[in-house]
């Protein structure tokens, strides 16, 4: 039996359901992170909020929110360029192919509108990264991450 899922764009009307995934899925292994819904929900509405900013949710056939895709264009002297901010799927709709179907129609959407390159920020081992390195994404040989504690 195929999943049925529908994709539709992440809009503030949204961002409460979001956030809500959102901590439930980070607080949970293998993240253990502390979210709280406030804290969420002012993260997701910087990104929602920022300039060139786009989203993505995907929905299952009751129409629970499985999974939300969020980012933002960033102009480049040669073009467009995407920074995607988040990737979050339920931990119920792991595995299933949610995450690929949004960044698929994530891509799908950006390409229509010229964007040449998607950038993100993941740990270098570990689950995410190898997915998304089954989806074609690489680790970068001319960037890198360099980071300050203040």
């Not at 994530?106 to 390195?133: H, I, K, N, P």
Request: aromatic content about 10%; some cysteine; charged content about 20%.
């Amino acid at each position: 039996m195929t999943l049925s899922v529908t994709i539709a764009p992440l809009t503030a009307i949204g961002l409460a359901e979001a956030a809500a995934l959102y901590v439930a899925t980070f607080n949970a292994a293998p993240w253990h992170d502390a979210w709280t819904d406030a804290t969420a929900r002012a993260r997701l509405a910087d990104f929602l909020h920022a300039p060139g900013a786009s989203g993505l949710t995907a929905r299952v056939s009751d129409n629970e929110l499985a999974g939300f895709a969020l980012g933002n264009r960033e102009r480049w002297f040669s073009g467009a360029h995407f920074n995607l901010r988040e990737l979050c799927v339920a931990p119920a709709w792991q595995w299933r192919g949610i995450g690929t179907r949004l960044v698929q129609a994530l891509e799908d959407s950006l390409r229509a509108d010229g964007v040449e390159r998607v950038y993100l920020l993941t740990t270098r081992e570990g689950q995410a990264a190898a997915f998304y390195q089954r989806l074609g994404y690489y680790v970068s040989p001319k960037m890198a991450l360099l980071a300050h504690r203040l």
